[in-house]
């Protein structure tokens, strides 16, 4: 299950390399956003990297994440709650300091 297995990476990979939130925008609206997330091992960074997407973001609260910041992810599944386009939810566990909903996870490089 890719929840279990984001959850264990983000032992060794836990430091915030890579932050962007994108969305498109045009006549009809915008689209919801995408976050990706780049987590690096640190003091061992380098090219190996976490690399997470997550689509269809929702309800993002994002506090100060100044510094080399440690992110330890709490990904619960939701989809059983029937919201619309959402599916689970995440918190950083180590200092609460972002959290959103989102309908998809993907793994992009581990």
Known sequence: MIID????????????????LTRKIDDEGATPYV????LCEF???????????????LDIKIDTLDGLYNVILSIDDISANQMEGINYRVVDVSGNNLSFLCREIEIIHK
Do not use: M
């Open 5 to 20: 297995e984001i959850q264990r990476k983000n032992k060794s990979y836990s430091y915030i390399q890579n932050f962007s």
């Open 35 to 38: 976050l990706d997330l780049a």
């Open 43 to 57: 003091p061992n960074y380098g090219d190996t990297l976490l690399h997470l997407q997550f689509s269809g973001v």
